[in-house]
């Protein structure tokens, strides 16, 4: 059960077990912590194990790729044809989809069965997974808190070994914050890398969609499946295929690592200020020269986020009217009265919050004071991170600023679980990769998240220095002691 | 800069979200306490900056006039709160 998708890959291949066989096991698992950890939206065994055939078949036939038989959990965020697909949200507690995201296509055609769909933050809105209408995640490492959000049940499924993988999505830090307070590896590409098509969108021009696996190296397969050019998203990016995995093994020697005074200042402390100062020890180690950069406008990402998502949230979920699809209120008067109470039922309040939030920044009047403001402080944050890239390969900093905090304790202040994505949401600003891996525990025994960032389409090479560390320590292959585990 | 509670009335009518009076007392608080953190973006000058859309520089792509998706109405209807004749069915609009 602690096998990566590299050595699941080796198993098949081998013949030492078959597709059918691994999804039972996971399903039986998934069967046996769900009930406790509340990763899974849905779980669909005929249809895993139908894929899981089909799977078996494909090798047999040597056609299968290197995943092959494979299996993965899928973010509830992901259209999947015939599978329920809620967001997290009762507004779509009623919606089979008619179709597959690309993300999904992309996964069927490498034979990766799907283990089902992984619970999540309503629309992709939280960091804690508390604002799913399907009840929150436990985090395995304490079942008194939190997994992190929006990916939640993505995270928490990794890291008790419901599934080898899953994907996620990131808007603000909804892969890396989830994949360090679950301890876990977590990868957000350059924005445009992995088709949005049936993903669906919450803030369009920062969404992305990525891996979650235990490994660096099982998130650089991953990604070469779900990355390519996708015509019906229109901010795919038609680039050359390349092999995410080509930079796994070059060695650090030479590699200059940029260390944000901005993030290293009193905010930061404690044992997540050890574990950081250790990872960057370990980095020198091998080879690695570390360089001070600067990050000016950082201090101000959160504001202009909390402006740029919601307006754009606001114009995205206006599709949910109770029209097409999804919940209908059952009682109304007219058509207005219908959408009022259509959306003041089907959408929990943290979405209402957001939607709420945008519509005003986007009224006559506010526009310029708030939208474009926000907007030109997304450019000086992007030109700090273009400037700071002049003097580094990438970018390290702690992921979150606290390991998993208690499920309640943020609820009651919005503006205190915003800041959960304080050394996150920068990077979704200016459209670059990053990624989160583990790098040590609290005094409590809850993991701790390293945050690389990558210049524009580097994912290979930050996925080569989070291998070359993976290598040389045994944080990510820590797991949770779950119930009934020997 | 604070919220009235007429003004949170006002933005739920924009984005028709139906609010009875207990909540609009509780969305003024939290949204005037967003409001706060989004204030300190007025702490920068930013005369002169471009305003950034988007993180790459894209440009809308164009293809050719051709019908190139399948009629899927039916699947698509089949999910649909209310349907009739191929028409989604909503109430009553002009008298």
Request: charged share 20%.
């Amino acid at each position: 059960m602690n096998a990566t998708l590299k050595s699941l890959s080796t198993t098949l291949a081998a013949g030492k077990a078959s597709s059918v066989e691994l999804c039972q096991d996971y399903l039986a698992r998934i069967q046996a912590l769900n009930v406790s950890l509340n990763a899974f939206i849905s779980v669909d065994a005929d249809k895993t194990l139908a894929e899981a055939r089909a799977a078996d078949a494909l090798r047999a036939s040597g056609q299968g790729g290197l995943l092959t038989g494979a299996p993965i959990a899928h973010k509830d965020i992901f259209c999947a044809e015939g599978w329920l697909t809620t967001c997290g949200s009762k507004m779509l507690s009623n919606f089979i989809s008619p179709y597959d995201a690309h993300v999904i296509e992309r996964f069927k055609a490498a034979g990766m069965p799907c283990l089902g769909k992984t619970n999540m933050d309503e629309f992709a809105m939280g960091s804690s997974n508390e604002t799913s209408f399907y009840g929150p995640v436990r985090n395995p490492w304490d079942a008194e808190r939190v997994p992190g959000g929006s990916s939640g049940g993505s995270a928490a499924c990794v890291a008790a070994r419901m599934a080898p993988a899953a994907t996620g999505t990131d808007t603000g830090g909804s892969i890396r914050q989830p994949a360090a307070l679950c301890g876990i590896t977590g990868l957000k590409p350059t924005y445009g890398v992995v088709s949005r098509y049936g993903m669906i969108a919450f803030a369009s021009s920062l969404d992305q969609g990525g891996p979650m696996a235990q490994t660096a190296e099982d998130c650089a397969l991953l990604l070469n499946v779900m990355a390519g050019f996708d015509a019906r998203d229109s901010t795919s990016l038609e680039r050359p295929k390349e092999d995410y995995a080509r930079g796994l093994n070059q060695p650090l020697a030479g590699l200059r690592i940029g260390l944000p005074r901005e993030f290293f200042g009193p905010g930061l402390v404690g044992d997540t200020a050890k574990a950081v100062e250790e990872a960057i020890a370990q980095l020198r180690k091998l080879g690695a020269e570390t360089v001070e950069v600067g990050l000016p406008n950082s201090n101000l990402s959160v504001a202009a986020y909390y402006v740029l998502a919601p307006a754009e949230a606001s114009s995205n979920l206006s599709r949910f009217d109770g029209v097409r699809y999804g919940y209908r209120t059952p009682e109304y008067r007219d058509l207005t009265d219908m959408y009022e109470k259509t959306r003041a039922e089907g959408f929990g309040s943290e979405v209402k919050r957001r939607i709420m939030i945008g519509s005003y920044v986007l009224s006559h009047g506010y526009y310029d004071a708030y939208y474009i403001q926000a907007q030109r402080l997304r450019r000086l944050i992007a030109n700090d991170f273009s400037a700071a890239f002049q003097q580094c390969d990438v970018i390290l900093s702690p992921t979150a600023p606290t390991t998993a905090f208690k499920l309640g304790e943020k609820t009651a202040d919005p503006v205190e679980m915003y800041l959960s994505d304080i050394y996150t949401i920068a990077v979704n600003l200016a459209g670059l990769p990053g990624m989160s891996l583990p790098c040590g525990f609290d005094a409590r025994g809850l993991p701790i998240g390293l945050q690389l960032i990558g210049n524009y389409f580097d994912e290979a090479r930050m996925l080569g220095v989070a291998h070359q560390y993976q290598l040389a320590t045994d944080w990510h292959q820590r797991r949770p002691a779950m119930e009934g585990d020997a | 800069m604070s919220l009235s509670a007429e003004d949170v009335k006002r933005i739920a009518k924009l984005a028709r979200i139906r609010v009875n009076e207990d909540e609009v007392v509780a969305y003024q608080s939290q949204l005037n306490g967003i409001f706060g953190l989004i204030e300190q973006m007025q702490s920068v000058d930013t005369a002169g900056i471009a305003p950034m859309s988007h993180a790459q520089d894209l440009f809308q792509r164009l293809r050719a006039d051709e019908v190139i998706e399948p009629d899927r109405r039916a699947a698509f209807q089949a999910i649909a709160p209310q349907t009739e004749n191929g028409l989604y069915l909503v109430p009553k609009v002009i008298e």
